[in-house]
């Protein structure tokens, strides 16, 4: 590797929204960052050598053990190359894992090997996302009001991997036979600190999970966590409260420049979004959209999925052209809400949820190609992860950070497709945004 001297940080993202919420913690804190969508070649790589912080997107969420063991081993093993203090594996602020979706554990395991290290740091709290874990226990806000996370709302009725425990270590106990020690609130806050701390991971042979429940003991955590480090790369992973909490500690030692400031980019004419999201918050978002300038198309997975699929998207993208041609700008969902979720449905036919992906993905790249659009939208964390691969985009930078709703930034695509290459693209969590985000990311404004 010779485009760029120890980074700061290398990451892997399970899912391209977590992968694009790192990038923003980082850019908008002084960290110049680079997202690349596959591992890129020495050019590419060259291209972005002012980067201190190198992030690989994945799709390990939404994917299998078996899957993991073939696909994270060469990922986390080039992460490993480039030299970087930290490498990151980031999942979900809502830590929702299965023994075979998204196995948390599996991937933890792989890291542990490769890295060759005794525990793995576990950080998931992050209150900027208004997540917060208390003695093990993680929460999570939903409209204003903070859930134990087997209580939540939507996240205990994921639609995939419903979370039906708050007790972290549990939670890991079931995709992993490694064990999960932790540094609890009340050891980071006490004055021998550092000796709590080494006593909990002098024997650790597993994880050690870090409480982080405020700004207070995000920065306990986040020193803990550079203090620990090792020469040769130091392997963690948790929530993008990894790099809330790093970031505590490196402004501390003076390797950050702290907050950065972002231009407005101004207003588009027309943007075109696609969801696959069923999640409520994406649904509201949706609906506040139709009920402001923007036109709402619905679409039948199952009719995409099956055998008169090709006729199917051909109709959507023609729905879509006929909005963007009167000047609208445009959403089309395949469900309004967890009421109108096909998901027991779409389950029957293999593949179908990458495939499901990867269609909203080639109706966008239509949209976006015959009506040179500047500016789109991919909501839900599955869906991202494999629809921004049909728009053959190889990287993203930040453009615009949205600190009012972390997690969801307004980014620059990079690639060798003339048509996609600069498109500004904004990649949206099911739970993540306010009500009035679409028009938010349309016009242009950080609030």
Not at 96 to 114: F, H, Q, T, W, Y
Request: glycine share 10%.
């Amino acid at each position: 590797m010779t485009a760029q001297t120890n980074p700061l940080l290398s990451y892997y993202g399970d899912d391209l929204t977590g992968s694009t919420d790192v990038m923003e913690a980082l850019a908008s804190n002084g960290v110049e960052t680079v997202l690349f969508m596959d591992v890129p070649d020495e050019a590419l790589l060259q291209r972005f050598g002012d980067c201190r912080a190198i992030g690989l997107a994945g799709t390990s969420r939404s994917e299998t053990p078996d899957w993991m063991d073939k696909n994270l081993t060469p990922a986390f093993g080039w992460l490993k190359s480039l030299g970087a203090d930290i490498c990151h594996y980031k999942v979900c602020s809502t830590f929702d894992s299965g023994p075979m979706v998204g196995n948390i554990g599996r991937a933890v395991e792989i890291g542990k090997a490769l890295f060759d290290q005794t525990y793995i740091p576990v950080l998931v709290g992050a209150p900027q996302l208004k997540r917060y874990t208390a003695f093990g226990h993680l929460f999570a806000a939903y409209q204003g009001e903070v859930y134990r996370i087997d209580r939540h709302p939507v996240m205990s009725r994921h639609p995939v991997t419903p979370m039906a425990e708050a007790d972290l270590r549990l939670h890991l106990r079931a995709q992993t036979a490694l064990t999960t020690r932790l540094v609890n609130l009340s050891m980071l806050a006490a004055k021998d600190a550092d000796d709590r701390v080494d006593d909990v991971c002098r024997d650790a042979d597993g994880m050690v999970l870090f409480d982080i429940d405020s700004p207070e003991s995000q920065f306990h955590a986040g020193r803990q966590l550079w203090r620990l480090r090792r020469d040769g790369g130091w392997f963690v992973a948790g929530s993008s409260g990894v790099e809330y909490a790093l970031l505590t500690a490196w402004n501390a030692a003076g390797l950050t420049d702290g907050k950065k400031t972002f231009p407005l980019p101004g207003k588009a004419d027309r943007i075109a979004v696609v969801s696959g999201s069923v999640s409520p918050t994406t649904e509201r978002q949706i609906r506040h959209a139709t009920q402001n300038g923007f036109a709402g198309i619905n679409l039948d997975p199952l009719e995409l999925l099956g055998e008169s699929g090709n006729a199917a998207l051909e109709r959507a993208i023609t729905s879509g052209l006929d909005s963007l041609k009167r000047g609208e700008s445009v959403i089309l969902n395949t469900a309004l809400g967890p009421s109108a979720d096909r998901g027991g449905d779409i389950d029957r036919i293999p593949g179908s949820r990458h495939r499901l992906g990867r269609l909203l993905g080639a109706i966008l790249r239509r949209l976006v190609e015959e009506q040179h659009l500047t500016r789109a939208v991919i909501a839900g964390g599955d869906t991202s992860s494999h629809a921004l691969r049909e728009l053959h985009v190889q990287a993203l930078t930040t453009l615009l950070p949205l600190p009012q709703t972390p997690g969801s930034p307004l980014c620059t695509a990079h690639g060798s497709c003339a048509e996609t290459n600069g498109l500004q693209i904004a990649l949206k969590g099911g739970q993540v945004g306010s009500d009035g985000y679409f028009a938010q990311i349309r016009d242009g404004l950080q609030a």
